[in-house]
């Protein structure tokens, strides 16, 4: 099957700063979203981006399709933010649609 | 967005009992819906597609005998969690993808209920 592949596994930041987190995946796909968990499980969604780029507030993503990754921007970034943010896609022959996740980045920014 | 429901949010169990577990589209309508369990640490697993008016798919590995799904409505999917032993001790989401669009330009989205933490003890 498909394999997804998150970077970086963990990642620490201070209050304000900017980070990436990066999303590869081995095979063309027809859906690809990201979502935060927060600390009570509760999965987020944040962009539904299987191609191009678009912006919410702080955030903002990129997929380019013809190269297999997605990334995903964190500006300014807030004690809010912290929690495991998942990239998850969905090829074109899983037959029901079915999401197949990253093993997640878990975000850690302290104030 | 669209929001989906998950019943109960937190359950504790003797071994060997059955836990039902329910998953509600609110506002939208789901002929599919999925099941994902997640082990501390981890990240989701599918287990099961489940079908409004058929059988549910489940994924390799997952008895089906075990987790019992039911999709009684366009709105309704449950999980039915067997004899559960310890082992079974999990976080359980479910999630249900809205559809739209154009056979050209189609979007399918699925958001997910804020999950169920079932401790067997």
């Known amino acids: 099957g498909i394999q997804v592949e998150q970077s970086p596994p963990d990642l620490i930041l201070q209050e304000g700063a900017n980070s990436t987190l990066r999303c590869n995946f081995s095979d063309s796909v027809n859906n690809l979203q990201w979502f935060h968990q927060n600390p009570w499980g509760q999965l987020i969604n944040l962009f539904y981006i299987p191609s191009g780029t678009k912006q919410n507030g702080r955030l903002s993503a990129t997929t380019v399709a013809t190269e297999r990754y997605s990334l995903l921007y964190i500006s300014s970034s807030q004690t809010t933010d912290s929690g495991v943010y998942f990239c998850?896609?969905?090829?074109?022959?899983?037959?029901?649609?079915?999401?197949?996740f990253g093993k997640g980045t878990m975000l850690l920014v302290s104030p | 967005g669209a929001v989906v429901s998950q019943h109960p949010s937190w359950v504790i169990c003797k071994s060997g009992t059955s836990v039902k577990i329910e998953c509600r589209s609110l506002d939208f309508q789901a002929t599919t819906m999925f099941w994902y369990r997640q082990f501390p640490k981890q990240s989701l697993m599918l287990m099961a597609t489940s079908n409004e008016g058929s059988k549910a798919t489940y994924e390799q590995g997952v008895e089906k005998d075990k987790f019992l799904i039911n999709h009684a409505s366009l709105t309704l999917s449950t999980l039915t969690v067997t004899s559960a032993h310890p082992e079974d001790s999990s976080f359980y989401i479910c999630?249900?993808?809205?559809?739209?669009?154009?056979?050209?330009?189609?979007?399918?989205?699925?958001?997910f209920g804020p999950g169920t933490r079932l401790t067997v003890l």
């Open positions: 998850a896609v969905d090829p074109p022959l899983s037959g029901y649609s079915t999401l197949t």
């Open positions: 999630s249900a993808p809205r559809v739209g669009g154009l056979s050209t330009q189609s979007y399918n989205e699925q958001f």
